[in-house]
C-alpha cells in the first residue's frame, strides 16, 4: 500500500490528539469577538446614515423603510416567503457543504487533484449558459434552484478546502503512522477529524454566497416565492422603501446564521484556536 502524500493530508493536531490535555477555552476572547461586532455595526449603521444624507432625499428615510417593513410583513407575506428563502438556502448549503469536503478530501489522491482544480475554476464562470444546462437536467423549479444555489457556491466552498487539506504538517501525517495507523484511518483522524473547525468555518464564510444568489436564483424560477422574488417585485414597482426594508431583512438573517454557524464551530471544537495559536 502506498504512502500518502505529506502535502495531500492536513490537521490541527496529532492524531490521537483528543486524548491529551487542552487549555480551557478563553473567554476574553469571545468577549472580543462580540465587541468587535457591535463596533462593525455602529460603523456600518454610521456609514449608512452618511450615505443616506448623500443621496439628497433620492432615498427613502428609515421611517419609511420601517412602515414598508409593517406593510411587506402583514399584507404581502413576507413571513411565508422568508421560511421558503431560508428552506431553498439551508438545502443549497447542506449539499454544498457536502460535495465541497468531499471533493477536498478527495485531494489526497493524487489522480483525482487536477478534477478538484478544475471545478475550482469554476469561480471564474458565471451562471450564463451554465443556467440553460442546469434547467435540461433540473426535474421541477426547486431542483433548479437548489443546483444553481450550489453551482454557485460549491467552487468557492472547494478551493478553500482544498488549500486546508494541502497545507498538513509532514510530521502529523508521521505521528499518525507511527501510531500504525492505516491509509484510511490516517485520512480519517488526521483529514477529517483533524480540520473539523477549518471546514466549519470554510462553510460559515461560503454560506453567504448563497443569501448573495437568491435574488437571481428566485427570480429564474418564481414558482415556489421566496423573499428574492418579493425584492424584484417591489423593485420592478419603483417601491424603493420596501426594497430597502427587505435588503435589511436578508442582512439580519444573514448576519443570525452566520452567528449561529460560529457557535456551532465554537461548541464542536472549543479549543480549536488555542491549539492553532500555540
Excluded at 500500500?1 to 473567554?27: N, Q
Excluded at 460603523?43 to 420601517?66: N, S
Excluded at 443549497?92 to 478527495?106: E, R, T
Amino acid at each position: 500500500m502506498s504512502e500518502l502524500d505529506p502535502l495531500s493530508v492536513t490537521g490541527r493536531g496529532p492524531a490521537g490528539s483528543a486524548a491529551l490535555a487542552a487549555p480551557r477555552p478563553r473567554i476574553g476572547a469571545a468577549r472580543a469577538g462580540a465587541l468587535g461586532a457591535v463596533l462593525g455595526a455602529a460603523l456600518a449603521a454610521a456609514a449608512i446614515g452618511l450615505g443616506w444624507r448623500a443621496a439628497g432625499g433620492a432615498l427613502p428615510a428609515p421611517r419609511q423603510v420601517l412602515a414598508a417593513l409593517a406593510t411587506l410583513w402583514n399584507e404581502r407575506g413576507l413571513a411565508d416567503q422568508l421560511a421558503a428563502s431560508l428552506a431553498l438556502n439551508a438545502e443549497a448549503i447542506a449539499w454544498s457543504a457536502a460535495l465541497s469536503l468531499g471533493l477536498a478530501y478527495l485531494t489526497v489522491l493524487p489522480a483525482l487533484r487536477p478534477l478538484v482544480g478544475a471545478i475550482s475554476k469554476l469561480r471564474f464562470t458565471g451562471l450564463v449558459g451554465w443556467g440553460f444546462v442546469l434547467t435540461l437536467w433540473a426535474r421541477d423549479g426547486h431542483q433548479l434552484k437548489l443546483w444553481m444555489l450550489v453551482f454557485g457556491m460549491v467552487p468557492f466552498a472547494a478551493t478553500s478546502m482544498a488549500a486546508v487539506v494541502a497545507a498538513i504538517p509532514r510530521e502529523r501525517l508521521d505521528h499518525a503512522r507511527a501510531m500504525r495507523m492505516g491509509r484510511a484511518r490516517v485520512v480519517w483522524e488526521v483529514v477529517v477529524l483533524g480540520t473539523l473547525d477549518q471546514a466549519l468555518e470554510v462553510i460559515r464564510q461560503n454560506a453567504a454566497i448563497g443569501w448573495m444568489m437568491l435574488t437571481m436564483v428566485e427570480g429564474v424560477v418564481r414558482a415556489e416565492g421566496g423573499i428574492g422574488t418579493l425584492m424584484l417585485d417591489e423593485q420592478k414597482h419603483l417601491r424603493l422603501d420596501a426594497v430597502f426594508a427587505l435588503i435589511g431583512v436578508v442582512l439580519a438573517v444573514g448576519a443570525l446564521q452566520d452567528h449561529a454557524l460560529a457557535w456551532l464551530r465554537r461548541a464542536a471544537c472549543p479549543f480549536a484556536d488555542e491549539r492553532r495559536a500555540s
